[in-house]
Every structure is written in structure tokens, then in C-alpha cells.
Nanobody
Framework: VQLQASGGGLVQPGGSLRLSCAGS????????MGWYRQAPGKQREWVAV???????NYADSVKGRFTVSTDSAKNTLYLQMNSLKHEDTAAYLC???????????WGQGTQVTVSS
């Protein structure tokens, strides 16, 4: 299983970005997919998770601004990020938890930089 994250970039405060995480297998293989982020010098932080039942949960720091979703036809997880702030600057990594075993797969990071 491989996860390929993309969509990062440089954006001004208040702007938006959409991150994508494309899986090499059908996403129904997973019961959870989500995003973490890691800023320089800081611990990795959980951002959002989307469960196969259709529920989504968010860290308080992004609630109301970020939306996680999936497209099963494209085997892709998305993170729509609106009203971006300086503190959202980080490398964003996608994860997927295998149904049954619970094994977690990690994608590589995609860098988001919020700066004026």
C-alpha cells in the first residue's frame, strides 16, 4: 500500500488549499483515513480523520476551517483547508488504517506554508 500526498504550497493568511492523498489500493481497504501535521521543532499533531462510516473528526485548532473527505472512485482522501493561519504551516502527512489488522500506513508529507 502506498499513499501519495500532494497539493501543498505557499498561501497567504486567510487563503485556502486542498490537499490530496491518493492510495494505491481501494480505500474500502481502510476503516479510517486522515491527516497529521508536523511543524519544525514541534511534535507531530493529529489534524483530522474520516471513518468509513462517514463520520469526520477534527482537532480543535482546525475545526470549522478544515474539511476532510474521500472520493472512493479515485481512491483519494482530501483535506480542504480554508481561512489558513500562520500556525497552520507544517508538513502534512496522510494516514490510512487497514480494516481488520489496524495496521497504519503513512504517506510522505506535503508542505504547507502560510505566509504573507
Amino acid at each position: 500500500v502506498q499513499l501519495q500526498a500532494s497539493g501543498g504550497g505557499l498561501v497567504q493568511p486567510g487563503g485556502s488549499l486542498r490537499l490530496s492523498c491518493a492510495g494505491s489500493t481501494n480505500i474500502f481497504y481502510f476503516n479510517r483515513m486522515g491527516w497529521y501535521r508536523q511543524a519544525p521543532g514541534k511534535q507531530r499533531e493529529w489534524v483530522a480523520v474520516f471513518s468509513s462510516g462517514g463520520s469526520a473528526n477534527y482537532a480543535d485548532s482546525v475545526k470549522g476551517r478544515f474539511t476532510v473527505s474521500t472520493d472512493s472512485a479515485k481512491n483519494t482522501l482530501y483535506l480542504q483547508m480554508n481561512s489558513l493561519k500562520h500556525e497552520d504551516t507544517a508538513a502534512y502527512l496522510c494516514i490510512a488504517d487497514e480494516r481488520g489488522s489496524g495496521r497504519r500506513y503513512w504517506g510522505q508529507g506535503t508542505q504547507v506554508t502560510v505566509s504573507s
